[in-house]
């Protein structure tokens, strides 16, 4: 195992009414004027943000609302933010709605502690100091930026998509009720599943050995979220798979599963760029990206991989194993979880979330490598093998 240090300040407020909290948490964290930040329709349609803002104007707290995250939010509405922040001497900022939302507010929070440019950070030209404290109400299971480290934008200046990962991230609380999860349509429960389980994925794929703890703990989540999937599909107001999943969406992405281990995460730069240039749900792309890049690597070096795939495919797809063949268990699991996410609605190939194989240079040329200058741990990828997998990705 590797040496690590676990850091997870976040308040974490679970369960039916959990966003009536609102007023207490602001108040124990000493706010004064709040920015309430939010996304486009749904937070409005459901009734949470005029509940909230009631609460609000009720318990005498002081807000100015900035809304409109677009999916993959984009810096424009940050600088927008930024600016608001500065001007209104905001000193607390609360996010009410997805992922997007969520990083949206980060991003805010960071450059509103900061004379520069707060992309700065998203490119590496500058480590964060300081950021407003935020809070979140998150209503969509699948980024974990309730408890995450990572903001990730949208630079409008060329469509790069990036993430700036810094402890100043963290929420200072996080209020989930799983029942403002209730209204998202199918196919965006569908993508926060997939995008949940890559989380855990991305930590699981790792060279590091004697990690059973953290080996065990991601399997866990991985089966929780097979088990629960079907149900909020078929039955989206049944609470107990929603909150189950609501909180393997948490612990996928606070680092919990990943302690002790070296992390591979090249799917997720990869599909960056897809989502970065084709609007495609974050979740959908990696529904593309991870079975294509599993049978790229086990055909590519399966010393690295085939243990720890067909152990993938017996613990959490119930494959039974084909004796002494683990390429074999490997690609029947491989083969299960295509199969589960087309079960879900999610695309299969490029071209199914408009992607084009002549962006592929252009895609191949944006994604961010290590600073190794590969990509990923399980077994480094060159720019080579991503244009490669980008390849394999298209319609046959
Ligand atoms: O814009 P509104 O009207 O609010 O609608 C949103 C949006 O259209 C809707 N929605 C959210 N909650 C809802 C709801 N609709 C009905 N009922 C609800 N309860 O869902 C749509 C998608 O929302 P979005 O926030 O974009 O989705 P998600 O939470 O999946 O966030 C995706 C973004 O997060 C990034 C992704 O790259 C992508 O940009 N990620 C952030 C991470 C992090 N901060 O740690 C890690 C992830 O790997 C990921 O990269
Ligand atoms: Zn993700």
């Given at each position: 195992?590797?040496?690590?240090?676990?850091?997870?300040?976040?308040?974490?407020?679970?369960?039916?009414?959990?966003?009536?909290?609102?007023?207490?948490?602001?108040?124990?964290?000493?706010?004064?004027?709040?920015?309430?930040?939010?996304?486009?329709?749904?937070?409005?349609?459901?009734?949470?943000?005029?509940?909230?803002?009631?609460?609000?104007?009720?318990?005498?707290?002081?807000?100015?609302?900035?809304?409109?995250?677009?999916?993959?939010?984009?810096?424009?509405?940050?600088?927008?933010?930024?600016?608001?922040?500065?001007?209104?001497?905001?000193?607390?900022?609360?996010?009410?709605?997805?992922?997007?939302?969520?990083?949206?507010?980060?991003?805010?929070?960071?450059?509103?502690?900061?004379?520069?440019?707060?992309?700065?950070?998203?490119?590496?030209?500058?480590?964060?100091?300081?950021?407003?404290?935020?809070?979140?109400?998150?209503?969509?299971?699948?980024?974990?930026?309730?408890?995450?480290?990572?903001?990730?934008?949208?630079?409008?200046?060329?469509?790069?998509?990036?993430?700036?990962?810094?402890?100043?991230?963290?929420?200072?609380?996080?209020?989930?009720?799983?029942?403002?999860?209730?209204?998202?349509?199918?196919?965006?429960?569908?993508?926060?599943?997939?995008?949940?389980?890559?989380?855990?994925?991305?930590?699981?794929?790792?060279?590091?050995?004697?990690?059973?703890?953290?080996?065990?703990?991601?399997?866990?989540?991985?089966?929780?979220?097979?088990?629960?999937?079907?149900?909020?599909?078929?039955?989206?107001?049944?609470?107990?798979?929603?909150?189950?999943?609501?909180?393997?969406?948490?612990?996928?992405?606070?680092?919990?599963?990943?302690?002790?281990?070296?992390?591979?995460?090249?799917?997720?730069?990869?599909?960056?760029?897809?989502?970065?240039?084709?609007?495609?749900?974050?979740?959908?792309?990696?529904?593309?990206?991870?079975?294509?890049?599993?049978?790229?690597?086990l055909a590519?070096a399966p010393e690295k991989c085939a243990?720890?795939?067909?152990?993938?495919?017996?613990?959490?797809?119930?494959?039974?194993?084909?004796?002494?063949?683990e390429i074999?268990?490997?690609?029947?699991?491989?083969?299960?979880?295509?199969?589960?996410?087309?079960?879900?609605?999610?695309?299969?190939?490029?071209?199914?979330?408009?992607?084009?194989?002549?962006?592929?240079?252009?895609?191949?040329?944006?994604?961010?490598?290590?600073?190794?200058?590969?990509?990923?741990?399980?077994?480094?990828?060159?720019?080579?093998?991503?244009?490669?997998?980008?390849?394999?990705?298209?319609?046959?």
């Amino acid at each position: 195992m590797e040496n690590f240090e676990f850091y997870s300040p976040t308040k974490f407020i679970f369960g039916k009414d959990a966003e009536m909290n609102l007023a207490k948490m602001l108040t124990e964290n000493d706010a004064k004027k709040v920015l309430i930040h939010y996304g486009r329709s749904s937070a409005k349609e459901s009734g949470l943000l005029p509940k909230m803002l009631r609460l609000l104007d009720e318990s005498k707290i002081s807000y100015v609302e900035l809304g409109g995250v677009e999916p993959n939010p984009k810096a424009n509405l940050v600088y927008k933010g930024i600016e608001i922040c500065k001007n209104e001497k905001i000193d607390f900022i609360v996010a009410i709605g997805g992922g997007s939302v969520a990083d949206s507010a980060k991003g805010i929070a960071l450059g509103a502690c900061y004379d520069g440019d707060f992309w700065d950070f998203f490119v590496g030209k500058e480590v964060p100091k300081a950021a407003l404290p935020l809070g979140v109400i998150i209503t969509l299971p699948a980024t974990g930026s309730e408890g995450s480290n990572s903001s990730v934008i949208t630079h409008e200046n060329g469509n790069l998509k990036r993430g700036c990962n810094t402890d100043w991230n963290r929420p200072a609380f996080a209020l989930m009720n799983p029942e403002l999860t209730y209204t998202l349509p199918p196919y965006q429960t569908a993508c926060g599943i997939v995008d949940i389980m890559s989380h855990v994925l991305e930590r699981y794929f790792s060279p590091t050995e004697n990690v059973s703890l953290s080996d065990n703990l991601c399997e866990a989540i991985l089966r929780t979220m097979v088990q629960n999937a079907p149900i909020v599909m078929k039955n989206p107001r049944d609470y107990d798979a929603r909150a189950n999943i609501f909180w393997a969406g948490t612990l996928a992405h606070n680092n919990v599963v990943g302690t002790g281990r070296v992390q591979d995460w090249a799917c997720h730069k990869m599909e960056h760029e897809l989502s970065g240039m084709y609007e495609v749900a974050h979740g959908a792309g990696l529904a593309a990206v991870i079975p294509v890049y599993m049978k790229y690597q086990l055909a590519k070096a399966p010393e690295k991989c085939a243990a720890l795939f067909a152990r993938l495919a017996r613990e959490v797809w119930g494959i039974s194993p084909t004796e002494n063949d683990e390429i074999a268990t490997a690609g029947a699991g491989i083969f299960a979880m295509e199969t589960f996410f087309a079960t879900l609605g999610m695309p299969r190939y490029f071209e199914d979330f408009g992607g084009n194989a002549k962006d592929i240079p252009e895609l191949v040329s944006k994604v961010r490598m290590d600073p190794c200058g590969t990509l990923g741990n399980l077994n480094p990828l060159e720019p080579e093998d991503i244009s490669n997998i980008y390849k394999m990705m298209c319609r046959p």
